[in-house]
C-alpha cells in the first residue's frame, strides 16, 4: 500500500530509481549471503527471509521521524538497561501527559505501549539478524 504522502507519480518516480541503481540486485545478494549463513549457523532460513522481507518493506515504505526518534530511545533502553518493567513510564513525556485530561491520558499510554512493543519487536529483529 502507498503512503499516504506520496503521490502514484512519486511512488513510480521512486521504484524506476530503485531500479537503474540496482536496489533489487543487491538485496537479493545480500538476502541470499544472510540465508546462507543462517543455514550455515543453524538458524531457521524462512525467518531470515521474513527479516529481509520487512526490512525492504520499510526502506521502501520509509520510516517517519517521530517513529526513529522513538525507536532510537526505546533502543538506548533496551541496550543500556535492557527490558524494564517501567518502560513506558520511562519514555512518556511527563510535561505532556500533565496537559491531557483523564481519557487522552489512557489514549497517550495505549498508543506509546503499541509504539513501544514496535520498537521492541523491532530491535530484537534487529540484534536478532544483525550479523547476517
Given at each position: 500500500?502507498?503512503?499516504?504522502?506520496?503521490?502514484?507519480?512519486?511512488?513510480?518516480?521512486?521504484?524506476?530509481?530503485?531500479?537503474?541503481?540496482?536496489?533489487?540486485?543487491?538485496?537479493?545478494?545480500?538476502?541470499?549471503?544472510?540465508?546462507?549463513?543462517?543455514?550455515?549457523?543453524?538458524?531457521?532460513?524462512?525467518?531470515?527471509?521474513?527479516?529481509?522481507?520487512?526490512?525492504?518493506?520499510?526502506d521502501i515504505r520509509g520510516r517517519k521521524e517521530e517513529d526513529e526518534i522513538f525507536y532510537l530511545k526505546v533502543k538506548?533502553?533496551?541496550?543500556?538497561?535492557?527490558?524494564?518493567?517501567?518502560?513506558?513510564?520511562?519514555?512518556?513525556?511527563?510535561?505532556?501527559?500533565?496537559?491531557?485530561?483523564?481519557?487522552?491520558?489512557?489514549?497517550?499510554?495505549?498508543?506509546?505501549?503499541?509504539?513501544?512493543?514496535?520498537?521492541?519487536?523491532?530491535?530484537?529483529?534487529?540484534?536478532?539478524?544483525?550479523?547476517?
Open positions: 500500500m502507498l503512503c499516504e504522502t506520496k503521490s502514484f507519480k512519486t511512488a513510480a518516480k521512486e521504484a524506476k530509481q530503485r531500479l537503474k541503481k540496482g536496489f533489487w540486485d543487491g538485496f537479493r545478494e545480500e538476502k541470499q549471503k544472510g540465508v546462507q549463513r543462517a543455514t550455515e549457523e543453524g538458524m531457521n532460513a524462512s525467518k531470515v527471509e521474513l527479516y529481509f522481507q520487512n526490512k525492504v518493506q520499510s538506548n533502553l533496551l541496550m543500556s538497561e535492557g527490558e524494564v518493567s517501567d518502560a513506558i513510564g520511562r519514555l512518556t513525556d511527563k510535561n505532556y501527559f500533565d496537559t491531557l485530561d483523564y481519557i487522552q491520558k489512557q489514549r497517550y499510554i495505549l498508543t506509546l505501549s503499541e509504539q513501544y512493543l514496535f520498537a521492541l519487536n523491532r530491535f530484537k529483529r534487529e540484534i536478532e539478524f544483525e550479523n547476517i
